[in-house]
C-alpha cells in the first residue's frame, strides 16, 4: 500500500485493492480513522505482515466493518483479525484455512461470515458464541461434522454446508428457528436406517451420577469433591420425553430420519440414555425388552419433526 | 418454436436493442431457437446497460425482470453471489435461454428420474460458462442446476423464457423425489418488489 496514505485521503471509508498481487498490508491502514470496507481479495496475502502491527490500539480496530480476504493464501485466520472488534462481514473464501480458531467468538458483531473453498475439517463450538451471526457459508470444505452447539446461532438465517464430507446432521439443527436456507447438497448422508447398535455399558460412576441426579439426591459442593460436583453438572437430558432420564458419557448414537417440509428427509443423529429408550421421533414407547424397532419406517414425520418443518418453512435444500 | 426457412443473424449492439429485436422475432408466429440463441449470444455485454437491474441479496441468487415480452416472453437478470445455486429444476414446457453477462455459472445436467425411481439422480453432464456465452434448455432435454462456484466473484446471467412461467419443479438430488415451487421476482423492470 502506498505511504502517505492517510494523508491523501483522511476521510476514505471504502479501499478496493483486490486483484494487485499485495503481499502485505501495513501501517499505512492503521491511520485510517474512517475506513469501514475493506476488499483486498485475489492478492497473495496469507504470510506475516498480511495485517499490518499494532491493530489493536488502531482506530481501524473499531471503524471497519466490512473485510473481503478471498482469494488469497492464508492457511490459518491471522490473529491480528481477530481484533477488529466492530467487524460485521468477514469473508476469507477460496484460502487455504485448514480450521477456525476458537477465538473466533472475539469477532462478537460478525453477522456474514464466508469460509467456502478451503479445507476446513472441523467446525469449534465456540462459532456458535456469534449472537449476531445471519449468514455462515462452510461450502466447499471437508467437515465431517457439525457441533450440536451451532443451534445456539439464534440469529442465522442462512446455513451454507455443500459439498463437504457430512454424514449426518445433530438433532439440535431444528431448534434453528431463523433458518431460511439450508444447503446440503454434495454431502455423504446416509441415506438408509442407521443404528449404531455398540454401546458401551455406563461405569459405576455414571450410574451413581444419574442416580443422583433423576431422585433429586441433595447435595452441596461441601459434601462432594470438586471434580465429582462438576462432573454431576455435566448430564445431558436423554431426549426422549417419555424418559426423563440423564447421561453423562455413556449414550447410545442413533441416526433417524426426519423429513424436512415434506420434501427432504435429513439424518439426524442424536443421543439416547439406553438402548432401550426411543427416539422422541418415534411412537414407541420405553420398555424394557431391547426391542428396538427395527421395524420402524423411516419416514418418521411425528409431532417434533412437523413443528420443526413448520418452523423452517422457507428451507432450500439441494 | 419451428425452424422456418430463412433465419435472420442478428446483432444486438446493446440491450435494448435486444430486447427490440427480441419483440420483433416473437410477434412473429413460428420463432426459430437458433436465431434467439444467436441473437442472445451476439450481444456483448455492458454492464452499464444492465446494473440498474443487477440487485444482489446477500442470502441466495436473485431474479429481477428486465421485460416481459408482451406476454410471450419472459427477459430476466439473474444475480448470484458467491457460492450461489439453484436447486435442480426443470422448465415446465418452456424454452430457456441462459447468457452470461458477468462472471462463471456452471450448469449441470441431469436425467428426469425414472417414474418409481427412489434413487441417486443421475448427472448427464457439466460444463462452466463464459462471460458472453449462452446456454440453451428444455425439458426434453433434461434438468439442470446452475451455481456459482466461484468463492471470490459474484455472477450475472440474462434468462429468456418461451412462454414465460412462475413455476416449476425442484428436485432432490438424492432421491429424485419432485417438489412444485412459486417463482418470485427481486425485482421488476429495476424496482426492487416488495414481497
Known sequence: LPAGLSQWFPALEVLDVSGTGLTEMGTELLALPCLHTLLAKNNRLGGPGSLPKGLEQAPLARSLRVLNLSGNRFSELPPALLQLRGLRSLSLGGNRLHGIPPDIQELHSLEFLYLGGNFITAIPPELAKLPSLRYLVLCDNKIQSIPPQLAQLHSLRSLSLHNNLLTYLPREILNLVHLEELSLRGNPLVVRFVRDLTYNPPSLQELAGRTVKTRNVPYAPSDLPDSLVRYLSLASNCPNPKCGGVYFDSCVRQIKFVDFCGKYRLPLMHYLCSPECSSPFSSASQSSTSQSSTSQSESDSEDEASVAAHRMQKVLLG | ?195
Open chain 2, 1 to 195: 418454436m419451428e425452424q422456418p426457412v430463412q433465419t435472420e443473424t442478428w446483432k444486438a449492439r446493446s440491450l435494448e436493442e435486444l430486447v427490440r429485436i427480441l419483440h420483433q422475432i416473437f410477434a412473429e408466429d413460428k420463432v426459430s431457437v437458433d436465431e434467439v440463441h444467436a441473437l442472445m449470444e451476439s450481444y456483448e455485454s455492458n454492464p452499464e446497460e444492465w446494473l440498474q437491474y443487477a440487485k444482489f441479496d446477500q442470502y441466495r441468487y436473485t431474479r429481477n425482470l428486465v421485460d416481459s415480452g408482451n406476454g410471450k416472453f419472459n427477459l430476466m437478470i439473474l444475480c448470484w453471489g458467491e457460492g450461489h445455486g439453484s436447486s435442480i429444476h426443470d422448465h415446465t414446457d418452456s424454452h430457456c435461454f441462459m447468457k452470461i453477462l458477468q462472471g462463471n455459472l456452471k450448469e449441470t445436467l441431469f436425467e428426469w428420474p425414472e417414474k418409481k425411481g427412489n434413487g441417486e439422480m443421475t448427472k448427464k453432464s457439466e460444463r462452466v460458462l463464459r462471460e458472453n456465452q449462452c446456454a440453451y434448455i428444455n425439458d426434453s432435454i433434461g434438468l439442470h442446476r446452475v451455481e456459482n462456484i466461484s468463492h471470490t466473484e459474484p455472477a450475472v446471467s440474462l434468462h429468456l423464457y418461451s412462454p414465460p412461467f412462475d413455476t416449476c419443479n425442484t428436485f432432490d438430488q438424492r432421491t429424485g423425489h419432485k417438489h412444485k415451487v412459486t417463482m418470485t421476482f427481486y425485482s421488476q423492470f429495476g424496482e426492487r418488489t416488495v414481497c
